[in-house]
Each structure stands twice: as structure tokens, then as C-alpha cells.
């Protein structure tokens, strides 16, 4: 029940940023066009994207959440990693687009964008920065890779419509004060974003396909993991303890020793209190105990 909560807020964070993203893409398009600015034509298709990453990682939610299966045994949390890939290969796209444009407008007639450019920026940026606030917290809250990534595209979308700002100002007081070189300010803001995009995409997109690629928690960050095992009477020794991460949780593996002589029941018995104690940890999803005897001699023969 507690899992399905999750997704259930999960899933309306991507509906907000799908709406929001849609509508500030519509809002920045038409105006970009209207208002002569190639940084807001830059930014706007920057959110038109944001929008397919949004649906990505919506889908990625909704099949994060099926149960596991027996072609997915551990489960479908990577979906989540999965969709978070997506986004930022979208966001590879747009950025060589993005930088394509504002680098061929150096060499055509140009003229200084409107005003209204100016007030479509400000309102994209108040906007933004409150969907990052809400995204991020609800990411961390939910541990959810998909919702972070999103959260951090759309700070990058705060970054690169200060760039537009900036762009579309000056090119603006160049044109008032006849400063004809100025008015190239608006291309320069379009080349920035698409740096910004590109190395946003390349950070967020190392480290999805790090956590697709079976990565498992450092030592340090299983402390509290083979604290819980180690105050299980029974256990003699951790052998390994392997925590591999699907999405929002993990799966452990985990090799115990034991008193060699007690009946094989009997170790059964402490493989499912070990199984059940880690169990009880909210991101543990599943547990997969190995039993070994104890040989406090030579540890390392019974370590199969």
C-alpha cells in the first residue's frame, strides 16, 4: 500500500511538469516569434522537450510500479533509471539544435527582439524555479532517480532563461542606444543555453546509466544494513553483502555464516529472521540470504 502511495505522487509530480513545461513552451513560442528573439525561440523548444521528458518519465513511473513478474523477478524499478536516461538524451538533442541556430544567426540580418520578450523570460523563470522546488523535494522524498533528473532539467531551464534574460536585454539596449553589436547579444544568450543544456545532459545521464548498470551501495552507505544482521545472535559472521539498486529500491544480496552444527531447519530459520529484519527497512524490496558454516579458522574455504 505504502509503494503504490509513492507512485500515485510520483506520477502527479510528472503530470504538474508535463502541464507546466507544455504551457510555458506554448507561451514562449509565440511570443519568441512574435517578439523577434532567438533566445526565446531557444528556450521555448527547450521546454517543448521538457515536455517528452516529462511523458518518459511518466511512463517510467507507471511501469516502475508493476509488481514483479517472471521475466522480472526483481522487479521493474530500472524503468525509472530508464526514463531518466531518456531525458537526458533529449536533452542532448536539444542542445546541438539549440547551439545550431544561435551559431547560424552570426551570419544573417538581425534585429533586436521586443519587450515582451523580456516579460515572457521573467514569468518562465519564477515558474521554473518553483517547479524545481516541488520536483526536487518530492525526488528526494520519494527516492526517485526519474523525478531528480527532472527536477534538475528544470533548474536548467532557470539557468538558461537567465541567459535569455540577459541575451534579449542587452540586445534590446543595444538597439535603443544604437549599439549595433549588442543587438547580437540575443544569439550569444541561445549559445549559452545550449552549453549549459548539454552539460546538464551529459552529468544527469552519467549518473542514470551508472544506476542502470547493477551499481550497488558503497560500503559506507550499507553501515546501517550489516548493523542489523550483526544483531541477529545467530549470525557468526557477513560474508558479503552485496545491495544492488533498482530505481527507488534495492535488492541484497547476502552470505552469512553460521554455527556449522545446527540442522539445516535451523539455519533456515536464520536466513528468514535475517531476510525479515532487512526486510523491515523502507527502500529494501527484496532479500536473498546464502547460509555458510562457520570456520573461524579458515573463513574464507566456507565462503561459497
Not at 533566445?39 to 516502475?64: E, K, P, Q, T, Y
Not at 544482521?229 to 552469512?256: N, T
Amino acid at each position: 500500500m505504502e509503494n503504490q502511495e509513492r507512485f500515485k505522487k510520483a506520477e502527479f509530480v510528472a503530470i504538474i511538469g508535463i502541464i507546466g513545461n507544455l504551457v510555458l513552451a506554448i507561451l514562449k513560442w509565440v511570443i519568441g516569434v512574435y517578439a523577434n528573439s532567438r533566445a526565446l525561440v531557444a528556450d521555448a523548444v527547450n521546454s517543448a522537450s521538457d515536455v517528452a521528458g516529462s511523458l518518459a518519465v511518466f511512463i517510467g513511473l507507471r511501469a516502475a510500479k508493476q509488481p514483479p513478474d517472471e521475466d522480472h523477478p526483481y522487479g521493474h524499478g530500472k524503468a525509472e533509471s530508464i526514463a531518466a536516461i531518456i531525458v537526458a538524451v533529449l536533452l542532448v538533442l536539444v542542445g546541438f539544435e539549440i547551439g545550431k541556430s544561435s551559431f547560424q544567426a552570426f551570419f544573417q540580418p538581425i534585429e533586436a527582439p521586443k519587450l515582451i520578450a523580456l516579460v515572457a523570460v521573467i514569468v518562465s523563470i519564477a515558474i521554473k524555479e518553483a517547479m524545481f522546488r516541488y520536483t526536487y523535494k518530492m525526488g528526494k522524498k520519494l527516492n526517485s532517480d526519474a523525478l531528480i533528473v527532472t527536477a534538475y532539467d528544470h533548474r536548467s531551464d532557470v539557468y538558461s532563461s537567465l541567459a535569455a534574460l540577459v541575451g534579449i536585454g542587452c540586445a534590446i539596449l543595444g538597439d535603443k542606444l544604437a549599439i549595433g553589436w549588442l543587438v547580437y547579444a540575443d544569439p550569444v544568450a541561445g549559445l549559452f543555453v545550449s552549453i549549459l543544456i548539454l552539460k546538464l545532459a551529459w552529468k544527469l545521464g552519467s549518473e542514470s546509466i551508472h544506476n542502470a548498470l547493477d551499481h550497488v551501495l558503497h560500503e559506507e552507505d550499507t553501515i546501517e544494513l550489516r548493523k542489523i544482521v550483526e544483531s541477529i545472535p545467530e549470525v557468526k559472521k557477513i560474508d558479503e553483502l552485496h545491495a544492488r539498486e533498482h530505481g527507488h529500491y534495492v535488492i541484497i544480496d547476502i552470505k552469512i555464516s553460521v554455527d556449522p552444527y545446527i540442522t539445516v531447519e535451523e539455519g533456515h530459520r536464520v536466513g528468514k529472521k535475517v531476510k525479515q529484519k532487512l526486510m523491515e527497512e523502507r527502500h529494501v524490496e527484496n532479500v536473498f540470504v546464502h547460509i555458510n558454516p562457520y570456520n573461524p579458522d579458515n573463513s574464507e574455504i566456507t565462503s561459497d
